[in-house]
Structures are given as C-alpha cells and as structure tokens.
C-alpha cells in the first residue's frame, strides 16, 4: 500500500509532549504536529534499549486512533548509569541524588523511537545510545544547577542544550540524541519506510 509522504499537507504526528522534540524537528524544518500521548511512564523489566522502544511504541500507539492517517513517530529517551535507569526528577532530592551520581562519571542517554505508517502498522524502531562524561562536581553547583530548576522534567535531571552543558565534559555519539531524538537515525528510518522520498525538504516543491 502506498501513503502519501510527509509535507506541508500532510505533517508527521509527534507522539511526545517534549518541548525539546519539538524544537528539534522545528530546526530541520521538518513538517509536523503535536497529539500528546497519556502513557504510564512506571518502569519496566527488561533491558534499557527495549524498554525505551516500548515506551515509544505504547506512545505512538495510543494516539494512533486519534490522528487518521498520517505517520507517526514516538519516543522516549532513558538515562542509565551502572546498570541503574533515571528518569525525570521527582524533587530536588531526588534531583541533587540523580547529578552526584552522574559527577564524574559516564553515563549512557538512550532513546528508542518507532515510526508507524498512516495505516497503524510499524514500519521502523530502534533504540540509539550515547555516552555521556561529566566533569567532578562540587555540591555548590549542584546545588545552584538545581536552583535553576532546568533539572525538572528532563530524564537524568540536566538539559544538555541548556545550562546543563557546563558539566559535560566529554560526549561519544549522537548529541541530538542527548537532547531528546536522533535526528540522523530518524530522518534514515523515514526515508528507508517511504515516509519520506529524500532530505532535506524543498519549500518549493509541494510534492516534496
């Protein structure tokens, strides 16, 4: 069965309420809208890139219903450090225990996503993972980063794209993935489903 490819006229579902997601596919100018999915983010067994691929199923899924025929991508983006998942903050406790155990150690921040095609099916899911140093941290900047209050809401507790950058030391792999998608993978399994015919997008070409 042929769908129609992602434009203008017919945008790709963001199954994510992430503003980070957003501004991210807002600079590669890629045609898209918003339908949040209300999914339990309470943490499964399993390994951590299955984990995050079947969070991004379950979201994309959920919202399949609601959106008709278009393409959809979920995602969802977890922080593993000596074995132990970190998800999004609760409180400044649990912000200041989340960064101590990351100072001056490697971390790996990995988003699984999944694309489904307009007719409910999945095309395409992967997980992507980047390792992630920081430098040692004292407890007055720990303290002081969490004052910001930029740790709540991100998985792990810091937004590298923000204020956060200043205890990264070192990262291997995908930054855009740390940020909250992999970009590069993402736009590949779009154009490897057909949802795209090639990148970037022509304004000029409406059948782009």
């Known amino acids: 069965m042929s769908f129609p490819v992602i434009n203008e006229y017919h945008p790709l579902i963001l199954a994510s309420a ?17 339908v949040v999915s209300d999914v339990d983010e309470d943490v499964l067994e399993g390994e951590p890139a299955q984990i995050s691929r079947r969070f991004a199923e ?3 899924n959920r919202i399949y219903s609601m959106t008709g025929s278009s393409w959809i991508l ?16 609760r409180d400044r406790e649990e912000a200041r ?20 095609s307009p007719s409910g099916k999945l095309a395409h899911s992967e997980a992507v993972s980047t390792a992630v140093r920081f430098k040692p941290l004292e ?4 303290d002081a980063y969490i004052r910001t209050g930029e740790p709540f809401g991100k998985a792990g507790g810091y937004a590298i794209q923000g204020i956060g950058a200043f205890m990264v030391e070192s990262i291997s792999g995908s930054y855009t993935n740390v940020v909250g998608l992999p970009l ?4 590949k399994a779009l154009i490897r489903v057909g949802a795209l015919k090639t990148f970037p997008l022509s304004s000029s070409d409406p059948s782009a």
Do not use: N, W, Y
């Open 139 to 142: 407890r007055d900047e720990i």
């Open 97 to 116: 225990e989340m960064l101590h155990l990351l100072s001056a150690r490697e971390h790996a921040v990995i988003t699984g996503f999944c694309v489904l």
């Open 18 to 34: 992430s503003p980070r997601r957003k501004r991210l596919l807002t600079q590669i100018k890629l045609p898209f809208r918003v």
């Open 74 to 89: 979920g995602a969802d983006t977890i922080v593993v450090i000596k074995e132990r998942m970190l998800g999004k903050p």
């Open 184 to 187: 590069c993978a993402v736009i």
């Open 58 to 60: 379950k979201k994309a």
